[in-house]
C-alpha cells in the first residue's frame, strides 16, 4: 500500500515537472513573439531559410541587436541556425510555432463553450 502511494506520489511530482517545462516553454515562445522585430523576422523565416546578415538588413539597428534578438528566437525554440562556411543561417521550426497555436485554439474552444452557455442561459432566462 505504502509502495503504491509512493509511486502515485511520483507520477504527480512528474505530471507537475512536466506541465511546469510545457508553461516555461510557451512563455518563452510568447516573450518572443512580443517584440515586433522578432515577428518580423519569423515573417521572414515562413518563406524559407536565409542568412543571418539579410535577416537584418530591413532593420534600423545593428548586428548585435539582431543578434541578440535571435538568441531570443533560438532560445525559445522558434528558430534553428546553421552555418556553413563563414555564413550562419536561421530557419524557422514550425512545431515550436505550432505548441503555441495549440494552446490558443484550446483557449478559444474553451471560451467559445463558456460564450454558448452563458447565451443558453440569457435565452433561458428571457422566455
Known sequence: MKNRLQARSRAGLTRR????RQSDSLDEVFGALSDPIRRAILTRLAQGECPVSTLGEPFAVSPPAISKHLRVLENSGL???RKS????????RTDTLCRGGDWIQQLSA????????????LDQEQS
Not at 17 to 20: A, G, Q, T, W
Not at 85 to 92: A, D, F, I, T
Open 17 to 20: 515537472r512536466v506541465l511546469v
Open 110 to 121: 474553451f471560451w467559445e463553450q463558456q460564450f454558448d452557455a452563458l447565451a443558453k442561459y
Open 79 to 81: 528558430i534553428a541556425r
Open 85 to 92: 562556411g563563414r555564413v550562419h543561417y536561421c530557419r524557422l
